[in-house]
């Protein structure tokens, strides 16, 4: 539309024009039903209406909000989920359990390892089947290191967010460091797919070990380097401090899990109050704080990263020697030198490849770990099949962001940043 | 955590005028399992007299069958005491409707959106009830069992060039 052309002008324009698209054809029947001017009546009780993502670089990922704005005062948020909807619930439906690990890889894909051990455990419930010592222990430290690894990234684009960028090439230098070992303890830097039902996909040799020590003697020094330069600024402070306020009771009404709800006064944790895996064994804090901002959601996963360090020592220190794989030919992929050499073996790993596990009819079970980001669970109906019947993943991410719209009252349009990023959401996770 | 289970089945029992529910312990975690039309009143007497605070999660399940085809699995957690319970309900194949449970929490506003969804299970009561995923002018619910995993042609409006 040029400017030179009157009212009447467009419209006859646009409707001698051979085709126009849906939009022009809005703004045609807004023009003509004369109705432009009803929402500009009064000059200070205005709403603004601002549409905010999806593709924009500070809601972590697809994430679309609707912000309804008095002057520059936020008055009502809708978040927009969807834009990465892949349908993973259907798709586990249709394939064997071996076969959906990879897909776990990609629901919170800054922590794969942990979506890779919560799905298992889950399945392991349904098979009513247990790891062994060793692979129970390692499956711990990956769930350590994919907190860690999580946490760092978040760390990083929380303080870009407010205006900090050093600290996100800083934190994920670190990052950096754990993935190389992810890469010698499964293969790949990334989308790991290390878990198998019953066992691991490899053993942790020593060189992995070696690299995982080194690592955490090193870590705790660069950590303070990367606090010292936000905590004591005052921009950061002010950034942080009293925005983005909610409730114990909303906490808590709203569903959030993890740290956001340890920074709202409650010190629930999966890993202490419903023990998985080796966590009992272990001794660690879990750190709250009662301020419920901004500022205290990052002070929580702050003091989170030093427990998972202490963790780590720990397993490190307890990893027993021993086989990585259930003896329970039916349900346990067998190892693959053997499938090429035994008859059994071969029949076993044919029928588990290719018909998938079987658990008993109409089983069901859950399962919930503590992720980085809240409680990731797997509920599993199982109808005597290779496949499950129902597979729901209860993501963190997806309730944590929930409670957008509640910490959005009445916060400045440069809080919802900073808000944003204090959920710490994962887009892949909360479409799945 | 036994004794909080044991504590609510006395409160539930028949002798309080409680029928129909069901304990189990069919998955893990203790189930109760609830007629449709008691299911808003128990989920009140669990939150105010029991300290179960959270609904975490909302399994909708489509189990296939002629009558009673669906099931809504509420994953309910009381944060006081640290324990994790199911509460169960059977629903009808024709016209799946249960009670919205955001009087009592405010988490069911986005599980139940999202049951609705990709389910097809109306909440009486529930203040926003739109799509979760999938856009507004679609048509089906994709985790139906009668859905085809390859999705159906044509299903998707796109805007006209």
Known sequence: MSLDLTKEEYIQETKDASHISMSQEKILRALESDDVRGHFEGTLDNQLILNMGPQHPATHGVLQLVVSLDGESVVGTIPVLGYLHRGYEKLAENMTFHEFIPHTDRLDYLSPLANNVGYVLAIEKLLKIEATERAQWIRTMCCEMARLASHLVWMGSMAMDVGALTVFLWTFTEREKILDILDILTGVRFTTSYTRIGGLALDMSDECKARLVAFLDQFIPKLENARNLIERNKIFINRCEGVGYISKEDAMSLGLTGPNLRAAGVGNDLRVDDPYLKYRELDFNVPTATESDVLARYYVRVREMYETVKLLRQCLQKLPKGPINTPDAKQVLPDKGEVYSKMEELIHDFMIVNFGNTPEKGVEAYQAIEAAKGELGFYAISDGKGYPFRLKIRSPSFTNLGALPTMMKGAMISDIVAIIGSIDPVMGEADK | ?161
Request: proline share 6%; aromatic share 12%.
């Open chain 2, 1 to 161: 955590m036994a004794e909080l289970i044991e504590k609510i089945k006395e409160k539930l029992s028949e002798a309080n005028g409680f029928n129909g529910l069901v304990f189990t312990q069919n998955i893990n975690y203790p189930m109760i399992e609830v007629p449709k039309e008691r299911l808003l009143e128990v989920c009140k007497i669990l939150r105010d007299e029991f300290q179960v605070e959270q609904l975490r999660d909302l399994v909708s399940v489509d189990r296939f069958t002629k009558n009673e085809r669906f099931e809504c699995i509420y994953n309910l957690y009381s944060l006081t005491h640290s324990t994790r319970m199911f509460i169960r309900v059977r629903l009808e194949s024709k016209n799946p409707e249960v009670d919205s449970l955001w009087p009592v929490w405010q988490s069911a506003n986005w599980t139940e959106r999202e049951a609705w969804d990709m389910m097809g299970i109306k909440f009486i009561g529930h203040p926003d009830l739109r799509r979760m995923y999938m856009m507004e002018e679609y048509e089906y619910h994709p985790l139906r069992k009668d859905y085809p995993l390859m999705g159906l042609p044509g299903a998707v409006t796109l805007p006209k060039k």
